[in-house]
């Protein structure tokens, strides 16, 4: 079945520690995306990868980084510098023109230990 | 700023009543709306898109209206079911500028016995 995979499905944080997420599809895709979600908000762009080797930041960029090495894989690094990283994060992916939907992977949720 | 209103935030509501979710934007310019179910812990799946020309769009017991000049949308829900709780959530894309997307703060619908 064609999809969008996040993994881990729960991650916990030390301080101090840098953390990655992963997100893979093989919808092929060329628009990869990653957002924030907190309760009661709207999701928040935080990165987005149109084509291969090319990345934008998106709202609050700030203590993330990311790579897309890859079609199929666009992985997500939480670093020590995002004070407050709590939160549900979704990876999104969207291919050819017009009214096409996002599709969603099932998020993965990272917590501070 | 762009921005999409949701309301209400939370709505409990007994199985087969029907309901409607409202969502107000001040996106410009429009390009689409589309609506998305969020079961919990999972990724939100898109329920149905509006464009500019559309009033009304249905996807079984789901129907989606648009007002463009107010800048209003609904989503209607026909004799609910126990699998319809989730959150719904109103995203709206703007034209050009890479076609962002502003994502409402959600809905979330509790259907009870």
């Known amino acids: 079945d064609g999809g969008i995979t996040q993994s881990p499905k729960y991650l916990f944080r030390k301080e101090g520690q840098n953390v990655t997420l992963s997100c893979e599809q093989n919808?092929?895709?060329?628009?990869m995306y990653w957002y924030r979600q907190d309760p009661g908000q709207g999701l928040r762009l935080i990165y987005y990868?149109?084509?291969?080797?090319?990345?934008q930041k998106g709202d609050i960029a700030e203590g993330y980084s990311v790579s897309r090495e890859k079609k199929e894989s666009f992985p997500l690094t939480v670093t020590s510098a995002q004070k407050n990283p709590t939160a549900f994060y979704l990876c999104a992916c969207r291919g050819g023109k017009g009214n096409q939907p996002q599709h969603f992977g099932d998020g993965t949720r990272l917590s501070i230990l | 700023k762009n921005q999409v209103e949701q309301s209400p935030q939370s709505l409990i509501i007994l199985e087969g009543k029907n309901c409607t979710l409202q969502c107000n934007y001040t996106v410009s310019p429009f390009s689409n709306l589309r609506w998305y179910k969020q079961d919990t812990g999972r990724g939100p799946v898109s329920l149905t898109i509006?464009?500019?020309?559309?009033n009304t769009k249905s996807n079984g017991r789901y129907t989606a209206t648009l007002d463009a000049d107010t800048k209003q949308s609904s989503l209607h829900i026909t004799a609910s079911q126990l699998s319809d709780s989730a959150s719904y959530i109103c995203v709206v894309r703007a034209k050009g500028a890479g076609n962002m997307l502003t994502f409402g703060g959600g809905t979330r619908l509790m259907v009870k016995p």
């Open positions: 509006m464009t500019f020309s559309e």
């Open positions: 990868s149109q084509i291969v080797n090319d990345f």
């Open positions: 919808l092929n895709h060329d628009a």
